[in-house]
């Protein structure tokens, strides 16, 4: 392999020749000529690529032959660097769609072992490691070392000091934080996917107190969409394995350890990482001051590792020992984590896992109810520390009871700023379009169901939180609690269910044959007993299928169902099933007519477009229904579309968790 100057020299810049396609013009998927000016703050001065903009300044020296980035992913990169700190940048489309299946996957690679799992589980894939300046503990050598004996190559840059600028830490955060490099050489090395080698710990397991920590499923589709929108493709080949799973895959190589402190191809043997990746190898070392520090908390990152080496690998430590969890899991895959794998790359991916004789989980629920917390596995003294600090922390916080009262079915909640917190992560939307702050102001309350169920990307109208399906808003802000609808429904001011049903059936519609109150005057006022008859005031809230459409002002009776497609005139009152794509009107509704002919109806409730991401549905005119159809039954059949399946947020349970952490 040589020595540390020897991989230095071969890993210079002019090295990517190797990954050159010469007979295809450099950035041909969007000639220089057909592009717009280059985005306010990138510059290509010889072949080094800078961002500017006040005191930052970027760089990354790119190699000979190299020209400026499209539009597309120059933006693409700048909304990666920039999304940590809260900046929204709007992503440039791609000016023709890039040919996928024609270009290559790029790891954004690291030196480690995660990243070198990354590789071979994308197999042909450019390794690319973004070479920073070393600086105090971290050291270059073994990480070069590394980039070399997979066939990767380093750019240099500087983008980690991006952080210092937002008073942070130098480093690579947020999602997709360290493709930016793999980004900016797309256009020059015709890569159609990036990827990089995130494991479970921090794509699924990323609780409040750190990777590892507690499971979190958060939906990744709008990042997924800004990388689409770029024309490119985001991977997380390892999103499903643990740290256990990688370094099984990694093994056959010397220098992937991930350690940035060692030197001349051998780890340092004194940090956390050493110890940890160390006992998952089976080559356990001695405890360090940094290795205590980490475990003397709680809950450990990264611990369900050291947990599974406890178990297999004679690793013993007093306070992993009395930590008792199900690790049954951390061998294995998470099959939901298919999700971050492109359609195309999914069997190359199964095989390789199937190579490396990586088990799918026949039962999420270990992983999907990971908690590393010590919980009632600590000690006495532990949990009387614990509590102490706690007490603190709970004394200086408002008081939960305080913030939540219980009303029938419902439960109203006082807003406090951090609450915005769990409506954004889970991409609830408080105020149509698509607005969480500045809706509410201290103290205002909102209104929950008990029972409401959403998924991501919904709006809701202010005052409450109904069950909505993906993509569907509601703007009426005395809607019944209890109201649901489907996905990519339109929900007008002023709509509302009917209240109570009386008895038509009886002597009297009063409610003095159904009700306890009528019971309790007769005692007090008459000294009389009288008997009343159960009756079901409040039948259930209508059903409301998809794509449906309800008017301004418009009242629809309980019980009733409202087909798919269906359009509710402004102030229509709705006594009766509507059918699917009806339009109707009236007081009482009647139908007026239908959207579509019957043939067109029957193939539109057929094709069950609304179980897709909009942004995945085919881009054509849509008005043009027949070759809509036609077009998403070419992508079912090529396998090149999949069904939305973002993780169901059942909002009560989630929300009273979240504030019983906060306070």
Not at 287 to 297: I, R
């Amino acid at each position: 392999m040589g020595t540390f100057a020897d991989a230095m020299q071969r890993l210079t810049v002019s090295s990517i020749d190797r990954w050159i396609d010469y007979d295809r013009p450099v950035n041909s998927r969007e000639p220089t000529s057909s592009r717009s000016a280059p985005r306010t703050g990138w510059s290509l001065e010889g072949t080094t690529l800078y961002y500017r903009e006040g005191e930052i300044e970027l760089y990354w020296r790119m190699p000979d032959g190299f020209s400026l980035p499209s539009n597309a992913l120059l933006s693409l990169a700048e909304a990666v660097l920039f999304a940590p700190y809260g900046r929204k940048v709007e992503i440039e489309p791609a000016r023709r769609d890039y040919a996928r299946r024609s270009g290559r996957v790029a790891v954004a690679y690291s030196g480690g072992v995660d990243s070198t799992a990354a590789v071979q589980l994308l197999p042909g894939a450019l390794p690319i490691y973004t070479q920073v300046e070393a600086a105090g503990l971290h050291v270059l050598e073994n990480a070069l070392l590394a980039v070399e004996e997979v066939g990767g190559i380093a750019i240099e840059s500087n983008y980690d000091i991006l952080p210092l600028a937002f008073d942070r830490r130098k480093g690579f955060f947020g999602f997709a934080g360290f493709t930016v490099t793999s980004i900016l050489l797309a256009d020059h090395l015709n890569i159609h996917t990036v990827a990089d080698g995130n494991i479970i710990d921090a794509m699924y397991l990323a609780g409040p107190h750190g990777h590892g920590t507690k499971y979190k499923r958060v939906d990744r589709t709008s990042e997924l969409a800004m990388f689409e929108r770029a024309g490119l493709r985001y991977c997380a080949p390892c999103a499903g394995l643990t740290e256990v799973s990688t370094d099984r895959i990694a093994r056959g190589f010397k220098y992937a350890m991930g350690c940035m402190r060692g030197s001349g191809g051998k780890p340092c043997l004194n940090c956390m990482k050493c110890f940890r990746k160390g006992a998952i190898r089976g080559e356990l070392i001695p405890s360090n001051p940094e290795t205590e520090k980490v475990l003397a908390k709680d809950p450990i990152k990264a611990v369900c590792g050291l947990l599974w080496a406890v178990e297999n690998r004679g690793l013993s430590h007093p306070m992993l020992d009395r930590l008792k969890k199900d690790i049954s899991w951390v061998d294995k895959w998470y099959p939901r984590s298919i999700e971050f794998i492109p359609i195309d790359l999914r069997d190359r991916f199964r095989e390789q896992l199937a190579a490396y004789q990586i088990e799918p989980l026949a039962d999420v629920t270990p992983v999907e109810t990971w908690d590393a917390r010590r919980s009632d596995t600590e000690t006495t003294v532990e949990r009387r520390t614990n509590t102490a600090t706690n007490t603190t922390a709970r004394n200086a916080a408002v008081p939960m009871s305080r913030l939540i009262e219980s009303v029938g079915d419902s439960i109203i909640v006082t807003w406090t700023d951090e609450l915005a917190d769990f409506f954004s992560d889970r991409k609830i939307y408080l105020e149509y379009p698509w607005k969480v702050n500045g809706v509410y102001k201290p103290g205002e309350r909102i209104r929950i169901h008990r029972t409401a169920v959403v998924e991501p990307y919904t709006s809701q109208a202010k005052g409450r939180v109904v069950s909505l399906g993906a993509f569907s808003y509601c703007r009426t802000r005395n809607i019944a609690p209890d109201f649901r609808v489907g996905r990519y429904c339109s929900v007008a001011t002023g709509v509302s269910l009917s209240e109570q049903e009386h008895p038509l059936d009886r002597i009297s519609t009063h409610p003095f044959t159904t009700h306890k109150h009528m019971v309790d005057l007769a005692k007090s006022e008459f000294n009389s007993d009288i008997t009343i008859f159960r009756h079901q005031f409040t039948l259930p809230a209508p059903s409301i299928g998809h794509d449906v459409w309800i008017g301004e002002g418009a009242v629809i009776k309980r019980g009733i169902s409202v087909g798919t497609g269906a359009v509710i005139a402004a102030r229509a009152y709705v006594t009766k099933d509507v059918p699917p794509y009806a339009i109707v009107g009236g007081v009482p509704a009647r139908v007026i007519r239908h959207r579509f002919d019957e043939a067109t109806r029957e193939a539109l409730l057929a094709s069950e477009w609304w179980r897709y991401r909009y942004t995945d549905l085919p881009r054509i005119d849509p008005r043009d229904i027949d070759g809509f159809l036609g077009a998403l039954s070419e992508l079912r059949a090529s396998g090149n579309i999949l069904e939305y399946q973002p993780p169901l947020i059942e909002v009560v349970p989630e929300l009273l968790a979240f504030m019983e952490h906060r306070t």
